[in-house]
């Protein structure tokens, strides 16, 4: 069955970087397009960042352009999203997922003095 | 960009039918699939519509999606509401710019 499991979340000091990983199984990854979305405390859904089962295109959400970047290890089936000059703002759990299918369990990020 | 607009909630009675709505601001809902989430308190978000109108394996055949290009927006149906449908529900769709969007989400509560 599909596993998507996010690592890296935690505590982060406002203007400092972090990076998530997502190791995926139980489907080919290469050839799939994966996404960054996350949710803030009680909030809905944001889409953060797409890219191609290649890594040949990336795309972002105006709110992390710049600042964020997705890439994907094929060799090793793992995503990731590196994240700079972090902000209060940016304080969600963090989901990869296959969209439209396949989701993970999240990872916490929290960006906080 | 566009925007996906769902009601902020929606509460219905057990047995009985609810509709959520998700309207497109901009382009044609027609023109890029539609995806229906459903996410349970504390719960990563799960797929019940995909394309439109598939359902994933698993889904019960009470859930369906349909567009409607009148009114540039998609829809949601649960049938025969049980207690276990209670969460929160997503839309999303894309445009040809890849930008990938959600609504804002609709709280169905079944009392």
């Known amino acids: 069955q599909v596993q998507l499991v996010e690592s890296g979340g935690g505590v982060v000091q406002p203007g400092r970087s972090l990076r998530l990983s997502c190791a995926a199984s139980?489907?080919?990854?290469?050839?799939?397009?994966m996404h960054w979305v996350r949710q803030a405390p009680g909030k809905g859904l944001e889409w953060v960042a797409v890219?191609?089962?290649?890594?040949?295109?990336?795309y972002y959400a105006d709110s992390v352009k710049g600042r964020f970047t997705i890439s994907r290890d094929n060799s090793k089936n793992t995503l990731y999203l590196q994240m700079n000059s972090l902000r209060a703002e940016d304080t969600a759990v963090y989901y990869c997922?296959?969209?439209?299918?396949?989701w993970g369990q999240g990872t916490l990020v929290t960006v906080s003095s | 960009n566009f925007m996906l607009t769902q009601p902020h909630s929606v509460s219905e009675s057990p047995g009985k039918t609810v509709t959520i709505s998700c309207t497109r601001s901009?382009?044609?809902?027609?023109?890029?699939?539609v995806q229906w989430y459903q996410q349970r308190p504390g719960s990563s978000p799960t797929t019940v519509i995909y394309?439109?109108?598939?359902?994933p394996s698993g889904v019960p055949d009470r859930f369906s999606g349909s567009i409607d290009s009148s009114s540039n927006s998609a829809s949601l149906t649960i049938s025969g509401l049980k207690t276990e449908d209670e969460a929160d529900y997503y839309c999303?769709?894309?445009?040809?710019?890849?930008?990938?969007?959600f609504g804002g989400g609709t709280k169905l509560t079944v009392l």
């Open positions: 999303q769709s894309y445009d040809s710019s890849n930008n990938w969007v």
């Open positions: 901009s382009g044609s809902i027609a023109s890029n699939y």
């Open positions: 997922a296959r969209l439209p299918r396949n």
């Open positions: 890219i191609w089962y290649d890594g040949s295109n990336k």
């Open positions: 139980g489907f080919t990854f290469s050839s799939y397009g």
């Open positions: 394309e439109d109108n598939q359902r």
